[in-house]
């Protein structure tokens, strides 16, 4: 009857017994606040008819909740120190399979399709490697495998950008191309204090639940994130600066985009950040479309 993983006493004596130091190149910070830990569960809604995957088990002790409340579990380690550790902290659970991975190159449609039955939503949950933020959430929003939730612990200042809404300091590229295909909520604020060791900033959980009715549809989904990028280039210029730093400042063209931001009814003098994600969808399919 061990106390739980993420408990500050059990944690502390896994470290100690294992002579761990938390590798800051592996962004190795690990939750010992089980206010926190409990919450992460909920907020993904696990139940016992999901498959969960983990990215960055670390020494287990989310894994633990999500195996207490999910059918299967599948965790991603790149560390291969944490292996024996695992090995001994999650025993009790005979649903969880830690792959010793790295979850940016992992094949995830053949291995989830070998761990999981296929029968189960699966959702993804992680107390993300904070200096892999962007590429995890790319990789997972690019993988054939679709997540019914996704459930990740972030730097707090990333989550704002990734839940912001138009017309904030905070909304830019990030915002618009999460939030083209997911539901973005900031679910929980995390102060550095419940890790350890505690990073410099605090953090929080963001919920990404799928749109179901995506109303106006990339027509080169490949193509949005970089023009959605280079429309934000220069925030403090306007719309119309940044696209004619794009495309180029023939007369010919700035006539062309003329007639598509007055077919959108896109005023063009005004900043990026004013534009919604369905304006930038508009305005990408019909640059597209006009061969720009
Ligand atoms: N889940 C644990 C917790 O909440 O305490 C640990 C979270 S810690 C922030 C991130 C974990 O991701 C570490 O265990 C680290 O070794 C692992 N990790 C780092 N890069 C990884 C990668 N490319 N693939 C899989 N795991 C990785």
């Not at 560390?79 to 005979?94: C, G, H």
């Not at 931001?261 to 990408?284: G, S």
Request: aromatic share 6%; net charge neutral; with cysteine.
């Amino acid at each position: 009857n061990n106390p739980e993983i993420g408990s500050q006493t059990r944690t502390r004596a896994i470290l100690n017994r294992y002579h761990l130091s938390a590798k800051k190149g592996l962004g190795q910070n690990f939750l010992n606040d089980l206010a926190v830990l409990h919450a992460i569960p909920e907020i993904a809604a696990v139940s016992k008819t999901d498959d969960v995957v983990e990215i960055g088990p670390g020494i287990g002790a989310l894994t633990e909740q999500l195996a207490q409340r999910a059918h299967q579990v599948v965790a991603f380690e790149l560390d291969e120190e944490l292996l024996p550790v695992l090995a001994e902290t999650l025993a009790p659970y005979s649903n969880v399979t830690i792959l010793h991975q790295d979850f940016l190159q992992a094949n995830l449609p053949e291995l989830l399709a070998k761990h999981f039955d296929g029968d189960h939503p699966i959702k993804i949950v992680a107390n993300l490697p904070y200096y892999i933020t962007k590429p995890i959430l790319t990789s997972v929003m690019q993988s054939p495998v679709s997540f019914a939730a996704m459930v990740f612990m972030m730097q707090l200042e990333v989550a704002e950008r990734v839940c912001a809404q138009p017309q904030t300091t905070d909304y830019g590229a990030l915002s618009v191309i999460i939030q083209y295909q997911y539901e973005a909520e900031l679910a929980l604020h995390v102060s550095h204090k419940s890790f350890v060791p505690a990073p410099k900033v605090d953090s929080a959980i963001v919920k990404l639940i799928p749109r179901d009715g995506i109303e106006v549809t990339a027509s080169q989904p490949d193509r949005l994130t970089g023009f959605v990028r280079s429309c934000f280039a220069h925030r403090r210029k306007t719309l119309w600066n940044n696209l004619v730093g794009l495309f180029g400042k023939q007369a010919a063209t700035k006539a062309r985009l003329q007639v598509i931001l007055t077919e959108l009814k896109i005023d063009p003098k005004l900043r990026p950040q004013a534009l919604t994600v369905n304006q930038f969808v508009q305005l990408a399919n019909a640059v597209q479309a006009a061969d720009l």
